[in-house]
């Protein structure tokens, strides 16, 4: 998969800190989420309602979405959105059943140069699954720079006029969220804030929903020991903080599960891997004979490891190195490759993937499909917070099957995404054993 360049400054990935994506946009760290997820799966045992599949569509987005008109008086932009049957606005509007419609604001740092595309990219992909399901929605775009005290003061503002909010997006402004103390109203966070534990845990109304490499690490984790029970991986990273980070929470999740782990830093160039520093790394494999190797790498720098070492050592990686289905962008050497990606990515037969239009918004990369994919799944689980606050819920989203417990204490969630072999320039679904 290429990695965006030109794209975020690396303010902006420091900004967005980590999240978005479940790979990386840059040398520099990438849009990651923390080591420690914030929020779980539903507890072993209980039962969750699937959601209604959305009905199709044609596969077209408008060219541009509604300019944004500024609120008065105010330093962030709203965006009233309004619903086919009825101009909603306050609370004084009612659906067609004589219901007040729900109004969900969606909070992004549009106004942040560095921001703007992701935020743009998950507006468009939110927007894209409100055409789906509009009847008795009312959605207000909320625009705020990357400074977090706007972003409280917009969060604040929001909730007196709006029954849910979603963001914001980035983890310094969803930190400041969680630590605010103002969470009253129902938020689905779209990143990971930091320093959340049980000394300070994020609050009950607050769904953490954000993208994040390290569960996509530990997944790959359980699916490898599955298959390759009882034994050791080689965990190959280039020298990048997001590479890191990515090798480092296999390798726990390995180590719980009983298995011996052997760690492989290769410093890079421009991005380039060392080709002496893969043949020195063949050497130890041809001695140790690790029974798998996780590539915790991006698709280029894993084309080049398998190209010195071979196919014959079973490899399996996260999203990061997918390197999509472009025309005349096969990579044989990456044959037999074992990787875990959203649907989204994946998997285009799949229903939920197919009712909606593909992203083709400026500066389109995979990083922003992701963020795309994660609108549209935001948008359905505030949906069915909204229809019933206290819930238990699965749905069969574009980013994965996600399973949310809401409403009843602290909030729940977990995102499983599917498995698939690269051969031939495409993917073949496998059944993950776990």
């Known amino acids: 998969m290429k990695m965006l360049k030109g794209v975020f400054a690396t303010a902006g990935v420091a900004l967005l800190g980590a999240c978005s994506t479940p790979m990386p946009c840059d040398p520099t760290g990438g849009l990651c989420a923390p080591m420690q997820a914030n929020t779980s799966g539903a507890p072993p045992g209980s039962r969750a309602a699937d959601a209604t599949a ?3 569509v044609p596969n077209a987005l408008p060219n541009a979405l509604p300019p944004l008109a500024a609120a008065p008086g105010a330093s962030v932009q709203t965006m009233p959105v309004e619903t086919p049957d009825s101009a909603f606005s306050g609370t004084s509007s009612t659906t067609p059943t004589g219901r007040a419609p729900v109004r969900i604001a969606l909070l992004l740092p549009t106004r942040a140069e560095a921001l703007r595309l992701p935020a743009e990219a998950l507006r468009a992909g939110f927007m894209a699954a409100y055409e789906h399901e509009r009847e008795g929605v009312v959605v207000n775009v909320i625009e705020t720079s990357d400074d977090t005290d706007e972003t409280l003061n917009a969060y604040m503002a929001a909730k007196k006029d709006n029954d849910i909010i979603v963001g914001p997006l980035s983890r310094a402004g969803v930190g400041a969220v969680a630590a605010s103390g103002t969470v009253s109203k129902p938020t689905i966070a779209l990143n990971h804030p930091d320093g959340r534990g049980i000394d300070n845990p994020i609050p009950p109304n607050m769904l953490v929903i954000g993208l994040s490499i390290e569960d996509e690490a530990r997944q790959v984790a359980q699916w490898a020991a599955a298959e390759h029970p009882g034994t050791s991986a080689l965990v190959v990273s280039g020298n ?6 990515l090798a480092a929470a296999f390798a726990a ?3 719980q599960l009983g298995n011996q782990v052997q760690l492989a830093e290769l410093t890079a160039s421009n991005g380039y891997l060392s080709d002496a520093a893969i043949v020195q790394l063949k050497a130890r494999v041809d001695t140790e004979m690790p029974a798998i190797m996780f590539a915790a790498l991006d698709a280029e720098q894993a084309r080049q490891v398998r190209a010195i070492l071979g196919s014959e050592l079973p490899a399996y990686g996260a999203s990061s190195v997918n390197p999509g289905l472009t025309a005349g962008g096969s990579m044989p050497e990456l044959d037999g490759l074992r990787l875990l990606d959203m649907p989204w990515q994946i998997q285009g037969d799949n229903p939920a993937v197919m009712v909606y239009p593909r992203f083709l918004g ?5 990083d922003l499909d992701r963020l795309y994919a994660l609108g549209i799944d935001a948008f359905r689980v505030t949906l069915q917070i909204a229809k019933k606050p206290v819930s238990a819920f699965r749905i069969d989203g574009v980013t994965g099957r996600l399973t949310v417990n809401f409403g009843n204490g602290t909030a729940r969630f977990e995102r499983v995404e ?8 495409s993917f073949k679904l496998v059944d993950k054993k776990q």
């Not at 990048?240 to 980070?245: A, D, F, I, K, L």
């Not at 400026?362 to 995979?366: L, M, Q």
């Open 362 to 366: 400026a500066g389109r990369t995979p």
């Open 418 to 425: 599917p498995g698939a072999v690269y051969q031939s320039g």
């Open 240 to 245: 990048s903080p997001w590479q890191r980070r």
């Open 54 to 56: 959305p009905r199709a």
């Open 253 to 255: 999740q390995w180590k």
